[in-house]
Nanobody, 119 residues
């Protein structure tokens, strides 16, 4: 199982970035996909999630209206479009894949990609 994030980098406040997470080794279409982030000195926090079929999304209040999560079943990839970035969005962003079937849970994480918002 692999989740490989990419697209992080340095961006000025007000700018945009698109993160990608390429999944392999599991049935992508069966998993809820999410993005989390961890800022320096803080705990990891939820950012956004998308249902297995892509029909439902949910966002943290801090990013609602600025970030958009999407998924491409043909490419086994989930995206996070981040607009109007703020310095407080600076963090390592992690991709997560989750599925629960009856009592069995599968929970996978990527290695993270760093986003720095600074002038």
């Amino acid at each position: 199982v692999q989740l490989v994030e990419s697209g992080g980098g340095l961006v000025q406040p007000g700018g945009s970035l698109r993160l990608s997470c390429a999944a392999s080794g599991f049935t992508f279409s069966s998993y809820i996909m999410s993005w989390y982030r961890q800022a320096p000195g803080k705990e990891r926090e939820f950012v956004a999630t998308i249902s297995s079929n892509g029909a439902e999304t949910n966002y943290a209040d801090s990013v609602k209206g600025r970030f958009t999560i999407s998924r491409d079943a043909a490419r086994n990839t989930v995206y996070l479009q981040m607009n109007s970035l703020k310095p407080e969005d600076t963090a390592v962003y992690y991709c997560n894949a989750y599925r629960q079937l009856l009592l069995r849970k599968n929970d996978y994480w990527g290695q993270g990609t760093l986003v720095t918002v600074s002038s």
